[in-house]
Nanobody
Framework: VQLQASGGGSVQPGGSLRLSCAASGTFSRIVTMRWYRQAYGNQRDLVASITDGNTNYEDSVKGRFTISRDNAKNTVYLQMNSLKPEDTAVYYC????????????WGQGTLVTVSS
């Protein structure tokens, strides 16, 4: 199973970006998908998750970020609005995938830079 993330870039404060992460390979189903981020010098933190349509968000992104999932495409999205400089980080997608047992997979990071 591979996760391919895309959509990062540079944006001014107040701007928007949409991240995508597509899962490919052979598996039974994707149990949960998440977005994490890691700012320079910091630990990797959970930003948002989606499981069976239920979503959860880290407090600082509530009301600004929206996680969604297209099951037919095995893709998770993160719509990021009203971006702030403190959102600058490398964003990573994560999936728990049911093969014979549930396994965890990470995508490569995609850099989001919010700066004027």
């Amino acid at each position: 199973v591979q996760l391919q993330a895309s959509g990062g870039g540079s944006v001014q404060p107040g701007g928007s970006l949409r991240l995508s992460c597509a899962a490919s390979g052979t598996f039974s189903r994707i149990v949960t998908m998440r977005w994490y981020r890691q700012a320079y010098g910091n630990q990797r933190d959970l930003v948002a998750s989606i499981t069976d349509g239920n979503t959860n968000y880290e407090d600082s992104v509530k009301g600004r970020f929206t996680i969604s999932r297209d099951n037919a495409k095995n893709t998770v999205y993160l719509q990021m609005n009203s971006l702030k400089p403190e959102d600058t980080a490398v964003y990573y997608c994560y999936a728990e995938v049911l093969l014979i047992v549930t396994r965890q997979f990470w995508g490569q990071g995609t850099l989001v830079t919010v700066s004027s």
